[in-house]
């Protein structure tokens, strides 16, 4: 049973760009969340995706975006990058909204 | 406000002693309980949960917690301590009466184990 993966590791963009980020979930889950974890701190909701629809969201601006495509795997999708965008960014699958989430490796942005 | 917090920012301990980290919560409701290990640049793995019944439950790596509705607390501990237990452990809660399940983290605690 492959885990959550996520793509890229890491990723170097300048302030004002746009980026992307990748998940494919857990064989069997239907469910996607993404996370923004600063340095020091816990992770922060940003929103989450249940059979390619949204399905709530955190305290995040619109240029915070997402889609999860039929095969359940899910991107992020930051427009306008600010210097305080820089993280760790995390996708975590569940069989379900309700049941516990799998978080993936992460992926690194350094927003200069 | 709904909020999770971890008291303890930095933990040490010897190989072979116990631990106990400390996870309060505030929510109005009854809440869904999580404890997540993180190695340094890694992601988040799942230890144990509660969800109903038993309040003391079992994870993996011979971990296991208790949660106290009166104390609104959600301990984790473990007898013996071992080297490769050193990781940032983090608390989150979630809410039972939703159809969304998004976490709510603690800040987290480091442990480091000494030989």
């Known amino acids: 049973e492959t885990g959550v993966t996520q793509s890229p590791t890491h990723l170097i963009k300048t302030r004002g760009q746009q980026v992307t980020l990748r998940c494919s979930s857990q064989s069997g889950h239907n469910t996607v969340s993404w996370y923004q974890q600063a340095l020091g701190q816990g992770p922060q909701f940003i929103f989450q995706?249940?059979?390619?629809?949204?399905?709530g969201r955190g305290n995040f601006p619109p240029r915070f975006s997402g889609l999860q495509f039929p095969n359940y795997s899910s991107e992020l999708n930051v427009n306008a990058l600010e210097l305080d965008d820089s993280a760790l960014y995390l996708c975590?699958?569940?069989?379900?909204?309700?049941?516990?989430?799998?978080f993936g490796p992460g992926t690194r942005l350094t927003v200069t | 406000a709904q909020s999770v917090t971890q008291p303890d920012i930095h933990i040490t301990v010897s190989e072979g002693a116990s631990l106990e980290l400390r996870c309060n919560y505030s929510y109005g409701a009854t809440p869904y309980l999580f404890w997540y290990v993180q190695s340094p640049g890694q992601g988040l793995q799942l230890l144990l949960k509660?969800?109903?019944?038993?309040?003391l439950v079992q994870g993996i790596k011979g971990f296991e917690a208790e949660f106290k509705r009166s104390q609104s607390s959600f301990n984790l501990r473990k007898p013996s301590v071992h080297w490769s237990d050193a990781a940032e452990y983090f608390c989150?809660?979630?809410?039972?009466?939703?159809?969304?399940?998004?976490?709510?983290f603690g800040s987290g605690t480091r442990l480091q184990v000494q030989p």
């Open positions: 975590a699958s569940s069989w379900s909204p309700v049941r516990e989430q799998y």
């Open positions: 989150a809660v979630t809410l039972m009466d939703t159809g969304r399940r998004a976490l709510t």
């Open positions: 995706y249940y059979r390619e629809e949204e399905n």
């Open positions: 509660y969800f109903s019944g038993d309040t």
